[in-house]
C-alpha cells in the first residue's frame, strides 16, 4: 500500500494599471461613482491546494491494484477573462455604445447622441477565486494472455465559476 499526500500553495496578485487607472464599483445597487483602485479584492490568501492518491496491490502479486485520488485546483488565471469584461467598459475610463437595428451600415460608425456611453459592463469585486475538486478511483487486473483490465471513475466539481449577471432582470407577469 502506497499514500502519497501533498500541500500547494496557489496565489495571484491583484494586477495594476501602470497609470493607477485601476477602478471598480463594489456595490453596483448603492454605488454613485466608480472607486479608484483595484478592480476586484483580493481572493487567494486561502488559496491551500491538498492532493492525496494511493496504491494498492490488493493480493501482494502485482495482479489487481486499486489507485485513487484525489485535489483541490484553483485557477490561478481566471482574472484575465474578468480583464476582457473591463477593458471593454471599465467605469469610469471606458463606456459602450449599442445601436439596435440601425437603419443603415455605415463606416465610420455613427452613433446617435441618445446611445453614446449608455451600457455598463464592469467586474464584480467580490469576485471569488474559481476552484475545482478532482477525484478518481480505479481497478486495474491482470488477466491471461498479457491482457488487462481497468475500471476507473473520474469526476470533478467546480467551485465559484465565474458568471454574467443580467443586472436588469425583467420580472415575469403572473396572468391570472
Known amino acids: 500500500f502506497v499514500l502519497n499526500a501533498g500541500l500547494r500553495y496557489e496565489f495571484n496578485t491583484n494586477p495594476w494599471e501602470i497609470n493607477g487607472l485601476n477602478s471598480n464599483i463594489k456595490d453596483i445597487r448603492t454605488a454613485v461613482a466608480p472607486d479608484l483602485g483595484p478592480t476586484y479584492e483580493q481572493s487567494s ?4 491546494s491538498p492532493r492525496l492518491g494511493f496504491a494498492w496491490d490488493v493480493h501482494g502479486n502485482g495482479k489487481t491494484a486499486v489507485r485513487g485520488g ?11 477573462s474578468q480583464f476582457v469584461e ?7 475610463f471606458a463606456t459602450q455604445s449599442r445601436v439596435v437595428n440601425a437603419p443603415t451600415f455605415t463606416l465610420p460608425l455613427y452613433f446617435p447622441p441618445e446611445s453614446v ?3 455598463l459592463r464592469t467586474v464584480d469585486y467580490h469576485s471569488r477565486q474559481p476552484k475545482l475538486l478532482e477525484y478518481n478511483l480505479a481497478l486495474d487486473q491482470e488477466l491471461p494472455l498479457n491482457m488487462g483490465l481497468t ?3 473520474a469526476g470533478s466539481r467546480g ?3 465565474p ?6 432582470p425583467r420580472v415575469p407577469q403572473i396572468l391570472a
Open 163 to 168: 458568471y454574467t449577471v443580467e443586472g436588469n
Open 117 to 119: 456611453g449608455r451600457v
Open 45 to 48: 490568501l486561502g488559496n491551500w
Open 151 to 153: 475500471i476507473a471513475f
Open 86 to 92: 473591463n477593458t471593454t467598459g471599465g467605469p469610469p
Open 159 to 161: 467551485y465559484n465559476l
Open 70 to 80: 484525489s485535489g483541490l485546483l484553483y485557477d490561478i488565471g481566471w482574472f484575465n
